[in-house]
């Protein structure tokens, strides 16, 4: 498929046809490519895709409060996400990249793939205004958005325990490190999670902190669950 067939298909999926092509050429150009690249229409669109997002998940989720909007909104617009809405447009196909990016596979790389999902948008913003630009946010958008799964399977572990505590009246855990272990750049650390008012507690490793405490969290709550369940 020649290059203006690619850039062709890949309006045809927008809804969307440049009347200033060199928006569409800019916003395909990665900045391994050229100086006259993408960045700065990806600021304009990350900026739209977040505004869209918010107002269809507000319409579309009104028992959600404002945090559960939150989380479900980033599930919708993070790297990951994007990255599959540009594998659906077939995106990396049309991506201008320097040669180093060329060869090390830079067209399925996510970071790349997410930039000009949102440049893209950032550009039809500038050629025809907001109305196309939601028009092709809410299109790119329709299908994720109906497979989000329930606000609440987005928490992490730390708070599903919180809140699970909170709801029973129960007081916060406290998180302990019991290890820092390897070089500063490799270290791997061992958390516990201990709950004061039963001295439970369970333990949990990760690369960071952060990961050790979610996992011991988790570890938990699995208990704290099925104690629950054996007592029902």
């Not at 046809?17 to 669109?45: I, M, P, Q, V, Y």
């Amino acid at each position: 498929m020649s290059a203006r067939d690619g850039r062709s298909r890949l309006c045809r999926a927008l809804g969307y046809d440049f009347r200033d092509t060199a928006l569409l050429e800019r916003a395909l150009t990665h900045r391994s490519a050229a100086a006259a690249n993408n960045e700065r229409l990806e600021f304009l669109g990350d900026a739209l895709i977040n505004l869209v997002a918010a107002d269809r998940l507000f319409r579309a989720r009104p028992e959600c409060e404002e945090g559960d909007l939150s989380r479900l909104r980033a599930s919708l617009v993070c790297e990951p996400a994007l990255a599959a809405i540009a594998e659906s447009l077939e995106l990396g196909d049309a991506l201008v990249l320097g040669p180093g990016e060329l060869r090390s596979g830079g067209f399925r790389r996510h970071s790349i793939l997410a930039d000009a999902v949102e440049a893209l948008l950032g550009a039809i913003f500038l050629d025809g205004g907001f109305e196309p630009a939601r028009q092709a946010c809410e299109r790119l958008l329709a299908a994720p958005i109906a497979q989000l799964p329930e606000a609440a399977d987005l928490k992490d572990a730390k708070t599903r325990l919180q809140e699970w505590l909170q709801g029973r009246g129960r007081g916060l855990p406290v998180y302990e490190v019991l290890a820092a272990e390897g070089p500063p750049h490799r270290q791997s650390f061992t958390v516990a999670c201990r709950l004061l008012d039963s001295g439970e507690f369970s333990e949990g490793r990760g690369a960071s902190r952060r990961g050790a405490e979610q996992e011991a969290a988790e570890k938990l709550m699995t208990r704290l669950m099925a104690q629950v369940q054996t007592h029902a």
